[in-house]
């Protein structure tokens, strides 16, 4: 397992992340605590430190299965979680980015975690009866406490967390260090605006869903099923041409399906990293194997062709060639912009 840091800090994450949401999930697609010890031990012996969980995660059970997972080995891991969705039916305050439910559910994640604080704390969706103001603000308040190291923010659009970040750097508050999405080979709009939003902050990027609840497995096409039932063909020619895709370099190379999804996304520009759940061990060794993966530059145009979408305007537009020379200029693909090791060159870009 190699290391990133978490965005513009200086903490040092795994270049995957163990997702905890099905740890103590009921209806036969969770883990027990025997099992998620057992995958939280494998997870670590492979040099992985981040684990990810929230609130309302198997309604608090996740939660307290890591704490007691981690007793006594609290300090090896970064142990992130998230507040907003609501945890309590009637109570109007239960839900939302206010201050009053961040304080709560904080409060309640620790005495479930088994710890005097959270290495990081997702947003975890945007609430717009809330001012980005009273968010920002209150979280930073939470981290001069020292309940909380770091913050960031899951399930935005993106030009509010460009201007969460803007308002949290101009008042000296805390900003967001990292952005959690939902990003893989089925679902690439995220490149539109919140990957290039997240690369011009500076902001890891936490890909949850890398393998599209398992269709990325090709496990559907096997008659197996999983947490969305049993499936049958791809919903749309698109998505077929895209499995079709992941099969064929996971074929051509030697690997499983879910390592050649998740490499693609570890190949991605910027500061990404996948979000991995299992709830067997044999899953989630086949998921460490994607550390391993590399795809050659066919395996990647393969990839890259069967699942790209549309940018939509102003992207598109700008990339039309006469705009682009009108834009920049005759010797556009001349300039190297080497002002941030996140950015790409103007023709990378183009």
């Given at each position: 397992m190699r290391y990133t840091l978490f965005?513009?800090?200086?903490?040092?994450?795994?270049?995957?992340?163990?997702?905890?949401?099905?740890m103590g999930a009921d209806g036969g697609h969770g883990s027990d605590q025997d099992t998620s010890a057992r995958i939280v031990d494998a997870y670590a012996d492979a040099g992985g430190n981040f684990i990810?969980?929230?609130?309302?995660?198997?309604?608090?059970?996740?939660?307290?299965?890591?704490?007691?997972?981690?007793?006594?080995?609290?300090?090896?891991?970064?142990?992130?979680s998230k507040y907003t969705c609501g945890t309590r039916d009637g109570d109007v305050s239960a839900?939302?980015?206010?201050?009053?439910?961040?304080?709560?559910?904080?409060?309640?994640?620790?005495?479930?975690?088994?710890?005097?604080?959270?290495?990081?704390?997702?947003?975890?969706?945007?609430?717009?009866?809330?001012?980005?103001?009273?968010?920002?603000?209150?979280?930073?308040?939470?981290?001069?406490?020292?309940?909380?190291?770091?913050?960031?923010v899951s399930d935005w659009p993106a030009w509010e967390i460009a201007q969460a970040n803007t308002l949290a750097e101009l008042r000296g508050w805390t900003a967001f260090a990292g952005s959690q999405l939902r990003y893989n080979l089925l679902e690439r709009t995220p490149e539109r605006d919140l990957l290039p939003?997240?690369?011009a902050f500076d902001l890891a990027v936490f890909a949850w869903a890398p393998?599209?609840?398992?269709?990325?497995?090709?496990?559907?096409?096997?008659?197996?099923?999983g947490r969305l039932g049993a499936q049958?063909?791809?919903?749309?020619?698109?998505?077929?041409?895209?499995?079709?895709?992941?099969?064929?370099v996971a074929e051509q190379g030697g690997w499983s399906p879910a390592q050649v999804a998740l490499a693609w996304l570890l190949s991605r520009p910027g500061n990404v990293?996948?979000?991995v759940a299992a709830t067997r061990e044999?899953?989630?060794?086949?998921?460490?194997?994607?550390?391993?993966?590399?795809?050659?530059?066919?395996?990647?145009?393969?990839?890259?062709?069967?699942?790209?979408?549309?940018?939509?305007?102003?992207?598109?537009?700008?990339?039309?060639?006469q705009v682009t020379r009108t834009v920049y200029g005759d010797r556009w693909a001349d300039v190297d912009d080497r002002r941030s090791t996140y950015r790409r060159t103007v023709h990378d870009v183009l």
């Amino acid at each position: 397992m190699r290391y990133t840091l978490f965005g513009r800090t200086g903490l040092r994450v795994s270049e995957l992340s163990l997702g905890a949401m099905v740890m103590g999930a009921d209806g036969g697609h969770g883990s027990d605590q025997d099992t998620s010890a057992r995958i939280v031990d494998a997870y670590a012996d492979a040099g992985g430190n981040f684990i990810d969980t929230a609130d309302i995660y198997a309604g608090g059970a996740s939660e307290r299965i890591i704490g007691e997972v981690l007793r006594g080995r609290r300090e090896e891991f970064v142990l992130a979680s998230k507040y907003t969705c609501g945890t309590r039916d009637g109570d109007v305050s239960a839900a939302g980015n206010h201050r009053k439910n961040l304080v709560q559910s904080v409060e309640a994640s620790l005495a479930r975690l088994r710890t005097d604080r959270l290495d990081v704390l997702w947003v975890h969706a945007r609430d717009n009866f809330t001012p980005v103001e009273e968010v920002m603000r209150a979280l930073d308040d939470l981290v001069r406490t020292g309940r909380v190291l770091y913050v960031g923010v899951s399930d935005w659009p993106a030009w509010e967390i460009a201007q969460a970040n803007t308002l949290a750097e101009l008042r000296g508050w805390t900003a967001f260090a990292g952005s959690q999405l939902r990003y893989n080979l089925l679902e690439r709009t995220p490149e539109r605006d919140l990957l290039p939003q997240a690369r011009a902050f500076d902001l890891a990027v936490f890909a949850w869903a890398p393998l599209a609840a398992g269709k990325l497995t090709g496990k559907y096409r096997r008659g197996e099923a999983g947490r969305l039932g049993a499936q049958g063909a791809a919903a749309d020619p698109r998505e077929e041409a895209v499995v079709d895709a992941v099969l064929r370099v996971a074929e051509q190379g030697g690997w499983s399906p879910a390592q050649v999804a998740l490499a693609w996304l570890l190949s991605r520009p910027g500061n990404v990293v996948p979000i991995v759940a299992a709830t067997r061990e044999s899953q989630l060794a086949d998921n460490l194997g994607a550390v391993d993966v590399r795809l050659d530059a066919d395996a990647l145009a393969l990839l890259d062709e069967a699942s790209a979408v549309p940018l939509g305007f102003p992207h598109d537009f700008l990339r039309e060639p006469q705009v682009t020379r009108t834009v920049y200029g005759d010797r556009w693909a001349d300039v190297d912009d080497r002002r941030s090791t996140y950015r790409r060159t103007v023709h990378d870009v183009l």
